[in-house]
Structure formats: C-alpha cells, structure tokens
C-alpha cells in the first residue's frame, strides 16, 4: 500500500549536551548507513544551552526519523538515555554519542548481532579522530569479556532489546561521571540476560584532546567505579576486593611515573595521565563513598516515569 507507515526497528539514541560543535559529523554519518533496517535517531538533549537545536533543524530532511527530546530534568547520560527509551518507537534500542562517529555499517553489524543475544556491544577505534600521541598503543578497542561471564557494554556503542533495557531498570543515574554502563552489563548479567561482541560494530571514537581534559575524564569513571563496587557488595557474592590502602599506593606510584615522563621527553605522557587520574579517582571515591558516607543507593529508571516532551523538528509523521 502507498500510504502504509511502516514502523522503525531500530532507534538510535544519542545523548546530548551541548554537542553542537561535533554532532554533524554523527548524523552524516548515520545518513550514510549501508544495508541498516529501517531506523530513527533520538536526540536526548539533557541541558543544552548551545545551539543544538537549530543545528538538528538543519538534518530534518537528510535524517526524516530524526526527533529530538526533553532530557533535562536531571544531569547525566545515564537518565538522557533512560528517558529517550521510553521516547523510542523501536523494538532495538542502539546507543552512541554526540562527539564519536559511526562506521558505515555500524547499525547493520549490531542488529545482525543482537538477533543472537539480549544485547550486544561493538568496537572502538581511535586512529581515524585522534592523533597517534592521543592514543598510543591503543589503537583498536574490543569488546571485553567479564571475569563473570557475558561482554561489557561500551555506553557509546552497544544494541540492546528495548524490553530487555526496561526490565533492567535502565541505567543507574546515580552515577556522576561514569561507570554506569559497567554496571549495566553486570546487572544484565546477574539477572541471566545474554551479552554478546559485535566486533565489527565500529565507532570511531574521539579521545579527550588535552591531557587536563583527559584526566578528569578517567579521575570522575574510577571514582563512580568505587561506588560500583560497593553495590556489589550488596548485591553479589562474590565481589570484587576494596583496597583504600591499594589506592593510595597507586596513587603515590603513578605520580612518581608522571614525574619522570616530564622529565624524559621520550616518554608518552598520555597513558600516565590516565594511570594517575585512575588513582587519583580510585582514592576521591573510597574517600567519598565509603569514609564520608555519602554513598548513594541505587537509582533505576521508575516503573511509573512518564515518557518525555518532544522538541518538534518538523517530524517525519
């Protein structure tokens, strides 16, 4: 029939906030998708005060799925990509973010690969937006088995079923910088969902330019990654070991480390940033979450949330 809609599968859901200044580069590239099933693009927007907006206008005609929602009723990617799911119109949701780009068979690899498990994770490479002294020896990013079993799901690149995501509450939005999508894979996990690789999957992913930047980036994931491993404290077994002491002496250890790197100029300063900024977290969040108390119980997407107000784009109705 001429006039029949026909229903996306897929929906692409891409948390926002102020990412005017790189998130074209994403949209050509979901334009461009080859052999991808039929898909729209969600636009989380969780506080923006640039021109988002009228940039998104712009992509109407090139993206005809392309909506845009109210996601800022509270800071943190894991509550913008908890309430564009309940925005989402597909049976798969597909996550990634507004700074990366998308490889051009990226939607096609994670749908082939979510029709075997519950969800499932692709891969991350750093040659094509970075330079070589951004990302060393880590050019290419696989997915990662967890010593429990099933995969890790990256935040910015994995495919999971929409009522899979729903039944597991979503994503926990007490986390303040990172670490939510660990934790995410280990719930699903726990509660006997399938985690699979897409290794062909491929984000190109765009690394911290500066070493400042790229440094509170890992100091906020290991932070989170402390209160992580206090809920499964609560919530396993057997989890994983909470050393302040281990931290500490990490922390002294790659100090020291960054200290020579300044001093011998042919050392590569980034993975030393990194390892301090991993130490430095490590020690903020036993600090924070265990010695102050200020730790936060879970913080799972509410049964009873309504969905979110859509930002008219002039829809493909």
């Known amino acids: 029939m001429s006039g029949e809609v026909k229903q996306v599968e897929v929906s692409v859901i891409i948390p926002v906030r102020n990412g005017s200044e790189f998130i074209q580069e994403q949209l050509y590239a979901l334009s461009n998708q080859i052999d991808a099933p039929l898909f729209e693009v969600v636009i989380a927007d969780n506080g923006s005060s640039d021109n988002l907006e009228q940039v998104l206008r712009e992509w109407v005609n090139r993206l005809p799925h392309l909506r845009m929602i109210d996601a800022s ?9 908890n309430v564009a799911t309940l925005a989402a119109r597909g049976d798969i949701l597909a996550f990634c973010d507004a700074d990366d780009v998308v490889d051009y068979n990226w939607l096609a690899e994670l749908f082939d690969a979510v029709g075997y498990y519950d969800a499932v994770c692709g891969s991350c490479h750093h040659d094509k937006l970075n330079s070589p002294n951004r990302y060393g020896d880590i050019k290419v990013l696989l997915p990662l088995q967890r010593p429990e079993g099933g995969w ?11 009522e899979v995501y729903i039944s597991a509450g979503g994503m926990d939005e007490g986390y303040k910088g990172g670490a939510e999508d660990g934790d995410f894979s280990a719930r699903l996990i726990r509660m006997g969902y399938r985690t699979g690789p897409a290794m062909d999957a491929v984000l190109h992913a765009r690394l911290r330019g500066n070493n400042l930047a790229l440094f509170r980036q890992q100091r906020r994931a290991a932070r989170e990654s402390i209160r992580e491993r206090l809920l499964e404290r609560e ?18 250890a790659s100090s020291w480390h960054c200290l020579v790197a300044a001093a011998v100029a042919s050392i590569d300063p980034v993975p030393l940033v ?26 799972l997407m509410p049964v009873d949330r309504l969905p979110p107000r859509e930002i008219v784009l002039s829809l493909s109705e």
């Open 73 to 81: 009723a509270k800071l943190g990617q894991a509550y913008a990509r």
């Open 152 to 162: 890790e799901l990256f935040g910015g690149n994995f495919a999971i079923r929409r």
């Open 235 to 252: 919530e396993c077994s057997k989890p994983r070991p909470l050393s302040l002491k281990g931290s500490a002496i990490r922390c002294v």
């Open 274 to 299: 990194a390892e301090f900024a991993h130490a430095v977290g490590e020690v903020e969040g036993h600090l924070r979450y265990r010695v102050l108390g200020s730790f936060a119980p879970r913080s």
